[in-house]
């Protein structure tokens, strides 16, 4: 049973930064697919960006390329998303995920909820014009 703990959130200005990080219990960590979604008011929760555990691929929303950046430091058990150049429609309640589902379904799962067993409790973030 995978624990995540998300932190990191908080009120920035347009064009301002902040760094989520996503602390996880398991010491297998370095075997989780991770990924982070977000979930605005009102909306369905949305895939943001997701890592790939077995070469460390990326992957990301076409609407935060070039701005936000995930990792993984598995000495710390932690990932993280970087996110650059913030605009006011990135608010949302952010949520780290884990999985491990097999590498052959990849494609098909690293942007679905759905496939993810394993949520953090969420982080808000506020992006003010």
């Known amino acids: 049973q995978v624990q995540l703990i998300e932190s990191g959130g908080g009120l920035v200005q347009a064009g301002g930064s902040l760094r989520l990080s996503c602390a996880a219990s398991e010491r297998s960590f370095n075997t989780y697919h991770m990924a982070w979604f977000r979930q605005a008011p009102g909306k369905e929760r949305e895939f943001v960006a997701a890592?790939?555990?077995?070469?460390?691929?990326?992957y990301y929303v076409d609407s935060v390329k070039g701005r936000f950046t995930i990792s993984m430091d598995n000495a710390k058990n932690t990932v993280y998303l970087q996110m650059d150049s913030l605009k006011p429609e990135d608010t949302a309640v952010y949520y780290c995920a884990a999985d491990r589902f097999q590498g052959s379904r990849w494609y098909s799962s690293f942007s679905v909820s759905g496939e993810y067993d394993y949520w953090g409790q969420g982080t808000q973030v506020t992006v003010s014009s």
């Open positions: 890592i790939r555990w077995t070469d460390g691929s990326s």
